[in-house]
């Protein structure tokens, strides 16, 4: 309790890099905030829309505010985006997933032909059982996120890798842009202060497999904050912090959170 109670006020003193709610980080990528800022969230929950042309992946729905979709819908009309082909869900927390409900109806309102997204999640934590309303799944294909599963937007311009992630949460996936060297950190690694832990051994697992990699990635764009440009150095400060934690004397390993 007493560890809960400093990451807490580390929270509250950090001042928070201020987002837009729209921006293009580059020619394949643009985030789109989740509009719900908090103490766990951050500045809020980062989406993003992947690929150049008129289909794009998305990966992530937010929370499932209103203004989200607002920003959302202005995001994929500026880019003349006609269709998501797949949405990439990290992991079940419902700053992530509660947003599918209203992006699956948008989605259909876009595309004349009716043809709605494939959903992918890992199959741990079924994703019925996050949503507040299941039966938005009926007649819906929700696919496996696998270690190594790769997904081409419908113009070739880019593929996305899946990376399992387990640490956050055991179903947690981050993903690969392979024609930018990118990394997708989904809540692995944060853009600012440090992500809550469910299991403190597959956690540093997780990091070390990503630090054996970070030769591949230029850059890492995280759920919650800014983008971190050193991906080595952000890899190398959190596995140093909590490898202190992990080999304390007495100190339970398994569990840590923020």
Same mark, same amino acid.
Request: aromatic content about 6%; overall charge neutral.
């Given at each position: 309790?007493?560890?809960?109670?400093?990451?807490?006020?580390?929270?509250?003193?950090?001042?928070?890099?201020?987002?837009?709610?729209?921006? $293009? =980080?580059?020619?394949? !990528?643009?985030?789109?905030?989740?509009?719900?800022?908090?103490?766990?969230?951050?500045?809020?929950?980062?989406?993003?829309?992947? +690929?150049?042309?008129?289909?794009?992946?998305?990966?992530?729905?937010?929370? *499932?505010?209103?203004?989200?979709? &607002?920003?959302?819908?202005?995001?994929?009309?500026?880019? *003349?985006?006609?269709?998501?082909?797949?949405?990439?869900?990290?992991?079940?927390?419902? &700053?992530? !997933?509660?947003?599918?409900?209203?992006? =699956?109806?948008?989605?259909?309102?876009?595309?004349?032909? *009716?043809?709605?997204?494939?959903?992918?999640?890992?199959? $741990?934590?079924?994703?019925?059982?996050?949503?507040?309303?299941?039966?938005?799944?009926?007649?819906?294909?929700?696919?496996?996120? $696998?270690?190594?599963?790769?997904?081409?937007?419908?113009?070739?311009?880019?593929?996305?890798?899946?990376?399992?992630?387990?640490?956050?949460? &055991?179903?947690?996936?981050?993903?690969?842009?392979?024609?930018?060297?990118?990394?997708?950190?989904?809540?692995?690694?944060?853009?600012? +202060?440090?992500?809550?832990?469910? &299991?403190?051994?597959?956690?540093?697992?997780?990091?070390?497999? =990503?630090?054996?990699?970070?030769?591949?990635?230029?850059?890492?764009?995280?759920?919650?904050?800014?983008? =971190?440009?050193?991906?080595?150095?952000?890899?190398?400060?959190?596995?140093?912090?909590?490898?202190?934690?992990?080999?304390?004397?007495?100190?339970?390993?398994?569990?840590?959170?923020?």
């Amino acid at each position: 309790m007493r560890q809960q109670t400093k990451r807490t006020q580390h929270l509250v003193a950090m001042e928070l890099i201020a987002l837009p709610a729209v921006r $293009k =980080l580059s020619s394949l !990528v643009v985030t789109v905030l989740g509009m719900n800022p908090g103490r766990m969230t951050l500045q809020g929950t980062n989406t993003y829309l992947v +690929g150049s042309g008129s289909s794009r992946i998305l990966i992530d729905t937010g929370a *499932g505010k209103a203004e989200y979709l &607002d920003h959302l819908k202005g995001a994929l009309a500026s880019a *003349g985006v006609k269709r998501l082909s797949h949405v990439l869900l990290s992991h079940h927390h419902a &700053d992530h !997933v509660g947003g599918l409900q209203d992006v =699956l109806a948008l989605a259909a309102r876009m595309d004349p032909n *009716g043809h709605a997204p494939q959903i992918w999640k890992h199959e $741990k934590h079924p994703l019925a059982e996050a949503l507040d309303n299941p039966s938005v799944l009926e007649g819906l294909s929700v696919g496996f996120l $696998k270690e190594g599963m790769r997904f081409a937007t419908e113009d070739a311009s880019c593929t996305v890798r899946t990376i399992y992630a387990p640490g956050h949460t &055991d179903d947690h996936c981050c993903f690969f842009l392979e024609e930018e060297q990118a990394l997708f950190s989904g809540d692995a690694i944060l853009g600012q +202060g440090t992500a809550v832990i469910t &299991d403190l051994k597959s956690y540093l697992s997780t990091l070390r497999a =990503l630090q054996k990699g970070d030769a591949m990635f230029k850059v890492i764009h995280p759920a919650h904050g800014p983008p =971190l440009d050193d991906p080595a150095a952000a890899f190398e400060s959190r596995s140093a912090g909590l490898m202190k934690v992990a080999f304390v004397p007495g100190r339970e390993t398994s569990t840590w959170r923020r």
